[in-house]
Nanobody, 122 residues
Framework: QVQLVESGGGLVQAGGSLRLSCAASGSIFRVNAMGWYRQAPGKQRELVACFTSGGTTNYTDSVKGRFTISRDNAKNTVYLQMNSLKPEDTAVYYC????????????????WGQGTQVTVSS
């Protein structure tokens, strides 16, 4: 079993910054991909930024130039630095990881964190 624990959400004024963290722990052989999604009220969950299994990064267009994803592989932790925040960035932010584990047999599963609220006031 793998757990993802997120932290760093909160309330900030437009133009401000927040840094989210997500640490994966448990039966982890390797984290193949890891990133952040968000879901605003009444909207579908969308990708914000991620590291792919090949090590490249992807960002949704609306956050390019404002958000930066980084990671600490030794700690199985991914960060999301969010600058120049806008009210439309308000959402619950979820961490996601595709993890290769050996629990009896090799398996790859996708895990989600519990979500952290980010609220940007105008």
């Amino acid at each position: 079993q793998v757990q993802l624990v997120e932290s760093g959400g909160g309330l900030v004024q437009a133009g401000g910054s927040l840094r989210l963290s997500c640490a994966a722990s448990g039966s982890i052989f390797r984290v193949n991909a890891m990133g952040w999604y968000r879901q605003a009220p009444g909207k579908q969950r969308e990708l914000v930024a991620c590291f792919t299994s090949g090590g490249t990064t992807n960002y949704t267009d609306s956050v390019k130039g404002r958000f930066t994803i980084s990671r600490d592989n030794a700690k199985n932790t991914v960060y999301l630095q969010m600058n120049s925040l806008k009210p439309e960035d308000t959402a619950v932010y979820y961490c996601n990881a595709d993890v290769l584990s050996l629990v009896g047999i090799w398996n790859v599963r996708s895990y989600w964190g519990q979500g952290t609220q980010v609220t940007v006031s105008s």
